[in-house]
């Protein structure tokens, strides 16, 4: 069935370095989003990417959308302490299918 | 506005018995999902709602497991016989689905979760 498969699963990185988690799927999306979620608590939105080879920026955050739709990433430039959490991408497939990547969870050492 | 509630958050049973979880999702949200959470892992998609119609409940794991939303708002996910490799975090998300000739957006929210324990 379709998975999608999220790496790396852990991510240890000093206060000011960058980060990046990428999200492959076995199969294309018609979109993918990126939720984070800090310890303890529940996933939040952080953006949504429908076009092929589509990039968006928020503040210090990066998202890419591979050209075959098939995969994903987020990258993090100069981390803060607040960046500490779980970062999952979700794909949804031609079918309507909702997937979950394991996630990232990112440790950010000040 | 008040986001997605859940209730109880906090939910410990013992093996065999029944239990039920709510959701109250945003008002006026057509869709509602539900998600199962284990220690550490993404969450795993049990069953999806668009208004009162359970559109997909191919994720539920068991027949054990039972989800409705009668009135199109509320809805309860009910786990029966319960057994150990059913504790986990259970997460609602309810989204809006967006008018005609904008953008679709599926934004979902989600609610704190249930966390249930079965001992």
């Known amino acids: 069935g379709q998975q999608v498969m999220q790496i790396p699963q852990y991510q240890h990185v000093q206060e000011g370095e960058d980060f990046t988690t990428y999200c492959n799927s076995s199969t294309t999306l018609s979109n993918i989003q990126w939720y984070k979620q800090r310890p303890g608590g529940h996933p939040v939105f952080l953006i949504q990417?429908?076009?092929?080879?589509e990039v968006k920026k928020q503040k210090r955050l990066t998202f890419q959308f591979g050209e075959a739709k098939k995969n994903s990433s987020l990258h993090i430039t100069a981390t803060q302490t607040t960046d500490v959490g779980t970062y999952f991408c979700?794909?949804?497939?031609?079918?309507?299918?909702?997937?979950f990547g394991q996630g990232t969870t990112l440790q950010v050492k000040p | 506005g008040a986001g997605v509630s859940q209730s109880p958050r906090y939910k410990v049973a013992k093996r065999g018995q029944d239990v039920a979880l709510r959701c109250d999702p945003i008002?006026?949200?057509?869709?509602l999902f539900w998600y199962q959470q284990a220690l550490g892992q993404g969450p795993e998609f049990l069953t999806y709602?668009?208004?009162?119609?359970?559109?997909?409940k191919s994720g539920l794991p068991s027949d054990r497991f039972f989800a409705e939303r009668p009135e199109g708002s509320v809805s309860t996910l009910k786990i029966q016989r319960t057994q150990q490799e059913d504790s986990a975090v259970y997460l609602c998300?309810?989204?809006?689905?967006?008018?005609?000739?904008?953008?679709?957006?599926?934004?979902?929210?989600f609610g704190p979760g249930t966390r249930l324990t079965v001992t």
């Open positions: 979700r794909g949804s497939g031609n079918t309507g299918k909702l997937i």
């Open positions: 709602f668009q208004n009162e119609a359970q559109l997909d």
């Open positions: 998300a309810s989204s809006l689905v967006t008018p005609v000739g904008r953008a679709p957006t599926y934004e979902q929210y």
């Open positions: 008002s006026g949200h057509v869709s």
């Open positions: 990417l429908v076009k092929s080879g």
